[in-house]
């Protein structure tokens, strides 16, 4: 009986060697509420806290049950007010470890610190800092990522993309610094990681340069010829199937579904999807003692599976 069971070990040992490495991983599907903003902390409210920006802010990511929060153009002053209406309202799960702020102008902000964010309503772990090729000005690109403490697999980014298109070393900028956030977020998805990925892409959905990003599968007449692995949260949008809503309402150029642009993005890879997903953008408020922004906020949710 012993040598039968030793040689049946040995039997399951050699073909569990066989397997993938993904094989023998466990998985689990999990729902997230993502949330993300271009606040425009400086130009529209000169780097301060008391124009009703936090108000409406805080109050939009309570009300929305969001898990994930993203935030570009955002002043450290305002960082700091947006993480004490937070803590004091009961948002996040963990009042010390919820939220990453990276600067990109150390001075952008009228002599303080500007930059990127994320909020979690979960702990998070450490976080990925990564330095975008540069564009030849003083504010730096960054991508901010963090993953989160109970689900070390899931990681949550952002990222702001230069306006620029200027050829730099061959290529155009804005092009090399969405080449290399996705270039890192690949890497990640091959070690086993999920990620979320929201920011300020400064592209449209049909602009040749995002092609690399969305899936073939992302096949319309507003966005085609893709050649990428990710699915946009909004890209189903039945008023501009693969293209969604607009972002920001300047419509300098316009959208190929009308007025506005959409520019603001919630990228999930494909692959990474369990289900059904959806996103949407926010009318700007007027809360701020006129427009909030010049952008929209912008929300998705979606269920992804996540290796344990």
Request: charged residues 20%; hydrophobic residues 35%; aromatic residues 6%.
């Amino acid at each position: 009986m012993r040598f039968t069971r030793l040689v049946a070990a040995a039997v399951l040992a050699a073909a569990a060697a066989l397997l993938p490495a993904s094989a023998a991983s466990a998985a689990v599907n999990q729902t997230f509420n993502v949330w993300h903003w271009n606040v425009a902390g400086l130009k529209f409210h000169d780097g301060g806290t008391g124009t009703g920006l936090i108000t409406v802010l805080s109050n939009s990511i309570r009300n929305r049950g969001s898990h994930l929060v993203s935030l570009n153009e955002l002043c450290w002053s305002q960082y700091k007010a947006i993480q004490s209406n937070l803590r004091g309202s009961g948002w996040p799960q963990d009042v010390e470890n919820f939220s990453r702020f990276e600067s990109t102008n150390d001075t952008g902000c009228d002599g303080e610190e500007a930059g990127i964010a994320l909020f979690s309503k979960a702990p998070m772990g450490t976080a990925n800092r990564v330095t975008l090729p540069e564009d030849g000005r003083t504010e730096k690109r960054k991508l901010l990522c963090a993953p989160l403490e109970a689900r070390p697999h899931l990681r949550f980014c952002t990222t702001h993309i230069t306006t620029l298109s200027t050829e730099i070393n061959g290529s155009p900028i804005n092009e090399q610094q969405l080449d290399a956030v996705r270039a890192r977020v690949e890497s990640w998805n091959t070690a086993g990681d999920t990620v979320i990925i929201a920011g300020d892409f400064n592209a449209q959905p049909n602009y040749k340069r995002l092609d690399g990003w969305y899936a073939p599968s992302v096949n319309t007449t507003a966005n085609r010829g893709n050649s990428g692995a990710y699915r946009e949260l909004d890209d189903l949008d039945s008023r501009c199937p693969g293209y969604g809503e607009n972002t920001e309402d300047d419509g300098t150029p316009a959208g190929p579904c009308g007025p506005g642009k959409k520019i603001d993005l919630i990228f999930v890879r494909e692959s990474r999807i369990a289900g059904a997903y959806d996103g949407d953008s926010l009318s700007i408020s007027n809360d701020c003692g006129g427009p909030c922004s010049d952008h929209r906020i912008v929300i998705g949710t979606v269920t992804v599976s996540i290796t344990t």
